[in-house]
């Protein structure tokens, strides 16, 4: 009688025990989830302001021509950001500076890359970032500070002061060239830039949460522990390093699933570039 009454009033009665957690997930997602997203799909590029300065651009897909072209990541002058040290389980990535000059490390060796030089290459599971050159020390790793120093100290004022100048320029692409990369890059950025995440503790949440299963999906899996392995598979440190990942990554993916989000969405990617990602998986489904 009581509830009848308050249903009369406009309150909703308390929610039975067994439909409690579906009941959260309801209050928690309706305000977001329910947002339609920003479209991008249409989006060339895209460029964080500083002090990151940097730019992810993508070359105009031709119907003719099935290829996939590199990612091209320009790093501006005074630019301060890194790729992070992640890796890779289903990719080898390749990394071929076309101008100015990179901080690259692959599974623990440092090495500055220019356009004289050949692709840097990344195997499966080699923890690897990269950065411009000059990135401040202090933002540094030991092993990337003592690169640094060396190599400018071998090159001379003259030519590291032109290169600090520079935009540093590279191409990033993977085998198998399933389009995998392009497909990661759009959905990380769109969900950064999307104005619903803004605003609130748990809008920001649910960016992080996006997030994770933007890179779960994408084979991008981000060391959030550094104890120095190399990914490839020597040492414990590389193990624990993975097992912390796996696990922090994977809880905050299964979370967002249950919360209803998606990492790739057909907002924020192009039709040819989701059909050529799909039929590249085996299931040819997103999950």
């Not at 339609?36 to 651009?57: G, Y």
């Not at 912390?244 to 809880?251: C, K, R």
């Not at 993916?253 to 924020?268: F, I, P």
């Amino acid at each position: 009688m009581l509830e009848t009454s308050c249903a009369g009033l406009g309150q909703s009665p308390r929610p039975a025990p067994s439909t409690s957690l579906t009941y959260l997930t309801s209050l928690l997602t309706r305000e977001y989830i329910n947002m339609p997203l920003t479209k991008t799909s249409n989006l060339p590029e895209f460029t964080r302001p500083p002090p990151d300065s940097v730019t992810f651009a993508f070359p105009p897909h031709s119907p003719s021509d099935d290829k996939i072209a590199p990612t091209l990541i320009t790093f501006r002058p005074g630019s301060t950001i890194s790729t992070s040290l992640h890796w890779h389980t289903t990719h080898t990535e390749y990394i071929k500076v076309l101008s100015g000059a990179a901080l690259v490390m692959v599974a623990g060796k440092v090495k500055i890359y220019t356009a004289e030089d050949g692709a840097a290459v990344v195997p499966r599971y080699a923890r690897h970032e990269c950065m411009r050159f000059d990135r401040p020390a202090h933002l540094l790793s030991k092993k990337q500070r003592e690169c640094q120093e060396k190599w400018m100290e071998e090159q001379g004022e003259d030519i590291v002061q032109k290169l600090k100048n520079t935009e540093v320029v590279a191409e990033e692409w993977t085998e198998p060239k399933d389009g995998e990369k392009e497909v990661f890059f759009r959905n990380l950025f769109s969900t950064t830039r999307e104005p619903q995440w803004k605003g609130s503790w748990l809008g920001e949440v649910y960016m992080v949460l996006q997030i994770m299963c933007v890179m779960w999906k994408l084979d991008n899996y981000i060391v959030l522990v550094d104890l120095g392995g190399k990914g490839d598979g020597s040492g414990w440190r590389g193990f624990v390093e993975a097992v912390i990942s796996y696990s922090v990554m994977g809880l905050a993916n299964a979370v967002g699933r249950l919360m209803g989000l998606r990492a790739v969405n057909e907002e924020y990617t192009p039709g040819w570039l989701m059909r050529s990602w799909q039929e590249g998986k085996a299931d040819g489904k997103i999950e």
